[in-house]
C-alpha cells in the first residue's frame, strides 16, 4: 500500500487558479496509473482527472474539461493537477489516487486502491 500525500489547496476567488500536487510517501508510482477525485459537502466522490501510467493519456470530467491539466513528473514522482478558470461550484476536498500497476486508467474511484488524505479548494464568489 503506498501513502499518498496531496498539497497546494486553499482559498481563491473565481477565476484564479491552483495547482495541487500528490506524491507517494516513501515508496514510488512508477507504472500506476494516476486519479484526482473531489468530494462537495453532502455529495458523492467524484472523478475530476486521471492520467495513464506512461503519461501519454489523460481523461477529464466534463465539468472541468478545458480549465484542469493532469500531468506526471516520473523522475520526480509527482503528479499535478493544474486548475484554472476556477469556479465556486469546484470548491471540494480533493483526493489524488494510483491505481493497480500498469493497469489502464479510469474514472471510477473502483479502479484505484490508494488514496491520500486529501486537500481543501474553496472557491469564493
Known amino acids: 500500500q503506498v501513502q499518498l500525500v496531496e498539497s497546494g489547496g486553499g482559498l481563491v476567488q473565481a477565476g484564479g487558479s491552483l495547482r495541487l500536487s500528490c506524491a507517494p510517501s516513501?515508496?514510488?508510482?512508477?507504472?500506476?496509473?494516476m486519479g484526482w477525485f473531489r468530494q462537495a459537502p453532502v455529495k458523492e466522490r467524484e472523478f475530476a482527472a486521471a492520467?495513464?501510467?506512461?503519461?501519454?493519456?489523460?481523461y477529464y470530467a466534463d465539468s472541468v474539461k478545458g480549465r484542469f491539466t493532469i500531468s506526471r513528473d516520473n523522475a520526480k514522482n509527482t503528479v499535478y493537477l493544474q486548475m484554472n478558470s476556477l469556479k465556486p461550484e469546484d470548491t471540494a476536498v480533493y483526493y489524488c489516487?494510483?491505481?493497480?500497476?500498469?493497469?489502464?486508467?479510469?474514472?471510477?474511484?473502483?479502479?484505484?486502491?490508494?488514496w491520500g488524505q486529501g486537500t481543501q479548494v474553496t472557491v469564493s464568489s
Open positions: 492520467i495513464s501510467w506512461g503519461g501519454s493519456n489523460t
Open positions: 489516487a494510483a491505481g493497480r500497476p500498469w493497469a489502464a486508467a479510469t474514472m471510477t474511484p473502483t479502479g484505484y486502491n490508494d
Open positions: 516513501g515508496r514510488t508510482f512508477t507504472g500506476r496509473p
